[in-house]
């Protein structure tokens, strides 16, 4: 579990499968998550790639800093961690939160990315979901514990019918032992630059292979939200998965094999 010391403070990531021939993969959580939500994707990518998943400021033993938020500052702590490991280019994979730092990050450095996946994201926060995430900072804001917040947000991150579900068992409850550096004051930072971020501009200026991963019933980044990605995004393609904003959770096989199809499609030549 390397640490890195930056101009910014501590930066905390998971890296496993050095020895893999294939390019690295980078995995961006999303909004309350850290580097854990990928455990299922990174213990399967790193059978052919090199995986690093990372807690980004101020989320899970990342700290924050007393400076504001914004995912262009988010996605400059990330290229000087694949400075550190010595990785030069790497397929970038964003969810949600993590989606919107890697626009930035394809924005501000092009070259080092070899492909790019945008999974329950959007370019800017469509009005629900800004009016969600608003709400969300008020009611942390107000003193709500991790728990509660955890308990509001819950319903709105997976498709109907899917609480109920065997499956979801293992989401139903807060991990009250994980470890998290997370503040109120890093959580509203972290909402204020999602709310604030506009990456509509620039999409056109994306020309690295990317892939849209949607869930068919996302209430948080819609289908719509999608749609904007896949027009703005000169060659984007588009997946269509059934879920609700953790696709990924609802449908795990489906949402690993598009990405493992989609690097293997878009790797360098001997990689």
């Known amino acids: 579990m390397p640490l890195l010391n930056t101009t910014r403070?501590?930066?905390?990531?998971?890296d496993t499968g050095h020895d893999r021939a294939a390019p690295p993969v980078l995995l961006i959580h999303g909004l309350g998550g850290d580097a854990g939500f990928w455990s299922a994707e990174q213990a399967a990518l790193a059978a052919r790639h090199r995986v690093l998943a990372v807690d980004l400021r101020g989320s899970g033993l990342t700290p924050g800093t007393h400076s504001p938020f914004s995912a262009d500052a988010l996605a400059q702590d990330l290229l000087a961690m694949l400075d550190h490991a010595g990785i030069d280019r790497v397929h970038v994979v964003g969810f949600s939160m993590g989606g919107v730092v890697a626009q930035a990050l394809v924005s501000a450095a092009p070259t080092r990315v070899h492909s790019l996946v945008l999974a329950a994201t959007f370019a800017t926060p469509n009005t629900?979901?800004?009016?969600?995430?608003?709400?969300?900072?008020?009611?942390?804001?107000?003193?709500?514990?991790?728990?509660?917040?955890?308990?509001?947000?819950?319903?709105?991150?997976?498709?109907?019918?899917?609480?109920?579900?065997?499956?979801?068992?293992?989401?139903?409850?807060?991990?009250?032992?994980?470890?998290?550096?997370?503040?109120?004051?890093?959580?509203?930072r972290l909402l204020d630059a999602m709310i604030g971020f506009d990456g509509r501009p620039r999409l056109p200026h994306i020309h690295v292979p990317t892939l849209v991963i949607a869930g068919d019933e996302d209430r948080l980044a819609t289908p719509e939200d999608a749609q904007v990605l896949l027009d703005g995004i000169p060659g984007a393609r588009l997946s269509m998965l059934r879920g609700g904003h953790l696709m990924n959770v609802e449908s795990p096989d489906a949402f690993l094999s598009e990405l493992e199809r989609f690097f293997l499609a878009h790797a360098p030549a001997g990689g």
Do not use: N
Request: net charge negative; no cysteine; aromatic share 14%.
């Open 9 to 14: 403070g501590a930066l905390h990531w998971i």
């Open 128 to 188: 629900q979901s800004r009016l969600f995430l608003q709400a969300v900072g008020a009611i942390y804001r107000a003193g709500a514990t991790p728990k509660q917040i955890f308990d509001l947000v819950l319903p709105w991150l997976f498709s109907v019918g899917f609480l109920s579900d065997p499956r979801a068992a293992p989401w139903l409850d807060y991990p009250d032992d994980a470890p998290d550096e997370q503040t109120a004051e890093d959580w509203q």
